[in-house]
Every structure is written in structure tokens, then in C-alpha cells.
């Protein structure tokens, strides 16, 4: 594959992950200046995935099975391949980052990589740690505990009070009934909650809950060159999530925020993170509190492509060419919505017919960018629709415990 200048591009595989923006993001990012993509993806993903006109290939890989298979699969295809150039592999999942720095020596034989440090991987996807790294580098960040055991949860509500959040301490310690976000508000209920998700074999990180509804959360995607010389930063800010509280952005803007903008960078830069990432606030009466942060591209960061801060692009450019192309970080305004999330939030709220007053702008304004909607490369968004009548239709026909159909 030749790129518009007439140049022979080295390909790049993607890990995809359950984010439909993020990972089409990258996809499309890439595809449109002439690299050639490859995709590993999950049994129930593969098939939007596989649909994208600027997909060459899709490494068949049983990612919704044992999640410590990633680093062995992309070997196994690149020994198979035997690429001239290194490719660069871009993960889009906390677990497939673990996996792949976990075996990082042996991955880079064969692949590229714009990620940070093992250390940072796994401190950061560690959110105690990452709390630490924070307050350390002068972030503000509401008072937590690490929790593992009964007794821990006691000292954890004497820290942190109520109304607080729980969350697993990481992704591979979310137990028996893998959750993202609870919220309890009394004390009994944070012992009860507490000793349930205890019970159920997790390990959790207890913060204080900071007061706000989602638009209050602020964001910043970014990529660090490999010799920290050059960050290209994109803000803004969630408007809604799915679940609300605790989930992906249903739908967001880029807006340029200086002051988050200047904490985010002198974070990074304090860390000496180089590498794709992202950071998360929320904001509350004049502070930014950090919540926690990415060692990947957001799910979102199509918002940023739109925004005119490329940076899928900008890390290929760096750790590929060896030439960084960028503009800096002068953004501009653009939207995001993520279809699939949508779908979820207005099922959820079915009763508020605001809902759809607050998102019709959403649909119909020229700088929105939709996680799977693109005229450029259409077939994901309809392999996605497909596959959601056929959940609702065999959900329809299901015939409730305790009744028959006549015969």
C-alpha cells in the first residue's frame, strides 16, 4: 500500500477493544492516508470490524475468551507474516496493554509499540497507584483506600465518608461479577456493598464521591513522542454517559481548556509518560479532580481526530517514520457521538422526551463525528444495525420462564 505521496507504508495492528470510536477511530485514521490496517478482534466485535473498507486484514484471535492471549496471537501472526518493517500494534483495552507489556521484549521483535514504560502501564492501570502518581505530581484527587478485606473496608469509610464510589482496584480484579462504578451514600450501605463485592473475590479502590452530574467531566487524549520532546493534547467534555455516572461517552464535545490542557501536560511530563493516553476529571466547585487515567487511546478519541488533533496519526508518524507530523495543539470544535451508547442512554431514560430535545443537535451538526456512522466507510454502521435487530428480535421471541407457547 502506497500512501498519497507515492510511499510504501509499514502496516499497523490494531488490538480492538468493545470501544466502536476508539478502535474505528484508528482504523479509519490510518486507512485514509494509506497504512495498511490490520484488526485482532473478539468473536461478537469482528464482524463491524472486519466490514470497514480499510480493514486488510482480521487476525482471528479468541479475545472474548482467556484476555491473556493477545501477546501470543500477534507473534504467532507476525512470525507467520514475516513483515519486512515492523508494524506498529496499537492496543484499545486495559487488558490487552497488560498482556502485551507483560511480555513486552518479546513483542517488540516484531512490533512497534507507542505505549509507556511497563512500570507505567501497570501503576497507572493500577487506580490506588495512579491516585498516588497524582497527588504526587500536584493533582488534586478526592480521598481514597485500597480495600481487600474486611478491615480495610472500615478504614476506607472512616477516610473517605459518604457519599462514596467503589471501583475494582484494576481490571483484573473486578471478581466473580465484573462491575465498573458503584455509588452508596450511606454508611451501612457501604459496609454491606463493601463485604458483597469483597465476598465475590474483588479488590477495590474507595474514593469520595465528588458531586456533579456527566457533563462535569473533562477530558484529555494526547500523544507524547517517543523522545519526549513533542505532546499533541485534545480537551473537552462528556455531556452524557452510558450507564449515566460511571460509563462511555454517549455524546461529548472538543473544547479548548487551557488550564486542563496545562495540568494534563506537566502531568505527563512529571511521569515522563511518552505514548498514546488519556486523562479524566471532573470538575467541581473551581477544581479539577483527576479520576483516572488511560495507557491507550480513549474509547473517544474519534472526538479528537474531528477536533483536528490526529493522533492515531501523530504516534504513527513518530514511532513509524520517524517523523512527527503535527500542528501543535490547536484544536477546534467538534462533537461525538457514539451510537451504540446512545441507544442505551435513551432506552434508559425512555420516559424523557428532553433527552432527545438535548442530543437532535447532536445528530445534525457538521463537526460531529459518530463512533460508528461515517459516509466515507458505511458497512460497520450497518453490520452494527443488523446485529442489534437480530439481539432485539430473538429477544422479542424468547418466551418468558413458566409459560408455553400454544401448540
Not at 479509519?28 to 490496517?37: A, D, E, I, Y
Not at 484471535?61 to 518493517?85: F, H, I, Q, S
Not at 502531568?267 to 471532573?282: A, Q, S, T, V
Request: glycine share 8%.
Amino acid at each position: 500500500m502506497k500512501s498519497s505521496c507515492g510511499e510504501t507504508l509499514p502496516p499497523v495492528v490494531v488490538v480492538a477493544g468493545s470501544d466502536w470510536g476508539g478502535t474505528l477511530g484508528t482504523i479509519r485514521s490510518l486507512g485514509r492516508r494509506g497504512v495498511p490496517v490490520h484488526v485482532i478482534s473478539g468473536k461478537k466485535q469482528r464482524p463491524v470490524y472486519a466490514s470497514s473498507r480499510y480493514v486488510r486484514e482480521v487476525i482471528p484471535l479468541d479475545t472474548d475468551g482467556p484476555r491473556d492471549m493477545v501477546a501470543d496471537g500477534v507473534v504467532a501472526w507476525a512470525e507467520k507474516r514475516k513483515v519486512a518493517v515492523k508494524p506498529l500494534l496499537v492496543p484499545h483495552s486495559d487488558w490487552s496493554c497488560a498482556d502485551i507489556v507483560r511480555q513486552r521484549a518479546r513483542v517488540e521483535e516484531y512490533f512497534r509499540l507507542a505505549m509507556p514504560s511497563t512500570e507505567l502501564v501497570m501503576g497507572l492501570q493500577n487506580k490506588a497507584e495512579a491516585c498516588a502518581l497524582a497527588e504526587e505530581h500536584g493533582l488534586d484527587v478526592p480521598p481514597y483506600a485500597s480495600v481487600a478485606s474486611p478491615e480495610d473496608l472500615r478504614i476506607a469509610l472512616e477516610r473517605t465518608g459518604c457519599p462514596a464510589v467503589m471501583k475494582p482496584l484494576q481490571w483484573s480484579a473486578a471478581g466473580e461479577r465484573p462491575f465498573r462504578v458503584v455509588k452508596v451514600d450511606r454508611a451501612s450501605e457501604f459496609m454491606e456493598k463493601g463485604a458483597e463485592l469483597l465476598r465475590s473475590g474483588a479488590t477495590l479502590i474507595v474514593q469520595q464521591y465528588v458531586p456533579g452530574e456527566d457533563q462535569t467531566i473533562e477530558v484529555c487524549m494526547f500523544y507524547r513522542s517517543l523522545d519526549g520532546r513533542q505532546a499533541w493534547m485534545c480537551t473537552g467534555f462528556k455531556k452524557r454517559q452510558f450507564p449515566p455516572g460511571q460509563g462511555i461517552m454517549a455524546y461529548g464535545e472538543a473544547r479548548d481548556l487551557p488550564e486542563l490542557a496545562g495540568k494534563s501536560r506537566r502531568f505527563i511530563e512529571g511521569l515522563d509518560y511518552r505514548g498514546l493516553g488519556g486523562i479524566e476529571f471532573k470538575r467541581c466547585k473551581g477544581k479539577d479532580y483527576f479520576i483516572e487515567m488511560s495507557t491507550r487511546p480513549e474509547a473517544f478519541h474519534a472526538l479528537a481526530i474531528r477536533a483536528g488533533v490526529d493522533l492515531p496519526w501523530y504516534a504513527y508518524s513518530d514511532v513509524v517514520l520517524g517523523r512527527p507530523e503535527g500542528r501543535g495543539d490547536k484544536q477546534s470544535r467538534a462533537c461525538y457521538v457514539d451510537e451504540a451508547a446512545l441507544l442505551g442512554l435513551l432506552r434508559h431514560h425512555r420516559r424523557e422526551v428532553a433527552l432527545f430535545r438535548e442530543v437532535r443537535p447532536y445528530l445534525f451538526r457538521r463537526n460531529t463525528v459518530f463512533a460508528l456512522w461515517d459516509m466515507g466507510d458505511l458497512l460497520p454502521w450497518v453490520f452494527f444495525l443488523a446485529m442489534r435487530v437480530a439481539w432485539f428480535s430473538s429477544k422479542s421471541l424468547r418466551v418468558p420462564a413458566g409459560r408455553h407457547r400454544a401448540s
